[in-house]
């Protein structure tokens, strides 16, 4: 088992699938989940439904678990 952590992205309340994607180290993680939430332009007047929400959780797995970056 390998410590890792797990880049979540929700968009509104919703989990996005898809390929979940590992992390080794927190601030690599961390510089995605930044990454993920900017937006350009007027965006104080998205709907709820259109917020953006990305953050890293720390979780163990497998050490031949594909998508460890």
Request: charged share 20%; net charge positive; aromatic share 16%.
């Amino acid at each position: 088992m390998l410590h890792a952590f797990l880049l979540v992205i929700l968009l509104g309340d919703v989990r996005q699938p898809g390929q979940p994607m590992y992390f080794r180290n927190i601030n690599d993680c961390n510089y995605f989940a930044e990454r993920v939430v900017k937006k350009y332009g007027n965006y104080y007047d998205l709907p709820k439904n259109h917020i953006v929400t990305a953050y890293c959780k720390p979780v163990w797995i497998s050490a031949e678990t594909k998508g460890l970056y």
